[in-house]
T-cell receptor, first 116, second 112 residues
């Protein structure tokens, strides 16, 4: 149980285009979803927290107008990288949690974004 | 914010050896998870262990919350255990909405 999927698994796009990444909890309802970013040979860094039906909370230094997050339902959150640039190239990973106020976070398989 | 330090940063062992990975954190936590990141980037949940001891096969973990550290034990290492092991924590202050703070990881290489 507790499976989280992401789509696409990898994407290559031209600079200036927008890319949408989907994160789905397949067998549970996620009260909270999180988006992380990982640069090569580095650790994961939290970008934002999203709760269903409310605005996402962004970490310091993460541009909310560049990384649009929509948590439309209890099983789906999307991250849109708007006007992507080469420095946005990274590994984006989402996680989801069922319980309110704590508990295990289950991670998706990640999306590799390469902006040319 | 909370600080998470993992040691050692790199570890090379022969197949069959045992290892202990350490995670120190700077504040009280209500969530601590250990992960293994495979070569494709997938984070494999190993343990959810904000306190106490758990075992799963050749792996076990102990968290001493009062002393702010956690240990991951790997026994009888296999080459498939190679990869990066992350410890990640969530503070008690966020009400469950703060996300995880990750350590920098331990890069484990098991040689045949």
């Amino acid at each position: 149980g507790a499976v989280v999927s992401q789509h696409p698994s990898r994407v290559i796009c031209k600079s200036g285009t927008s890319v949408k990444i989907e994160c789905r909890s397949l067998d549970f309802q996620a009260t909270t979803m999180f988006w992380y970013r990982q640069f090569p040979k580095q650790s994961l860094m939290l970008m934002a927290t999203s709760n269903e039906g409310s605005k996402a909370t962004y970490e310091q230094g993460v541009e909310k107008d560049k990384f649009l997050i929509n948590h439309a339902s209890l099983t789906l959150s999307t991250l849109t990288v708007t006007s992507a640039h080469p420095e946005d190239s990274s590994f984006y990973i989402c996680s989801a949690r069922e319980a309110v106020g704590g508990g295990t976070q289950y991670f998706g398989p990640g999306t590799r974004l390469l902006v040319l | 914010g909370i600080q998470v330090e993992q040691s050692p940063p790199d570890l090379i062992l022969q197949e069959g050896a045992n290892s202990t990975l350490r995670c120190n954190f700077s504040d009280s936590v209500n969530n601590l998870q250990w992960f293994h990141q495979n070569p494709w980037g997938q984070l494999i949940n190993l343990f959810y262990i904000p306190s106490g001891t758990k075992q799963n096969g050749r792996l076990s973990a102990t968290t001493v919350a009062t002393e702010r550290y956690s240990l991951l034990y790997i026994s009888s290492s296999q080459t498939t255990d190679s990869g990066v092991y992350f410890c990640a924590v969530e503070t008690i202050f966020g009400g469950g909405a703060d996300g995880l703070t990750f350590g920098k990881g331990t890069h484990l290489i098991i040689q045949p």
